[in-house]
């Protein structure tokens, strides 16, 4: 069994985005993903190890960041650590 994705929630720029996913055990996580050719460095992104690229398709998921009971969890948590989604669902 796959994750099923939860929210998904876009950088601003399109070039990343959060997924809030049920993991295959219940739980709950977010993961993180970058479209092919952007940010493929970013440590976080599996793209980074491999050696070709598919501009404009997004890359493989990141890993689970975190585990949590609920899905609003894994958002808040999402959300106190990627500057970019925290500014755009709590702009000032």
Known sequence: MDDRVVQTFTSPDGNERI???Q???GRYSYRRQWL???ITNHPD???RDLNYE???EWAPL???LG???CAETAKWEALG???WLSATLNPN
């Open 19 to 21: 997924l809030i996913v």
């Open 23 to 25: 993991r295959p055990d």
């Open 36 to 38: 092919w050719g952007i």
């Open 45 to 47: 992104s599996p793209a």
């Open 54 to 56: 598919r501009v404009g």
């Open 62 to 64: 990141g890993p689970y």
């Open 67 to 69: 585990f949590y009971d």
């Open 81 to 83: 650590r990627i500057e």
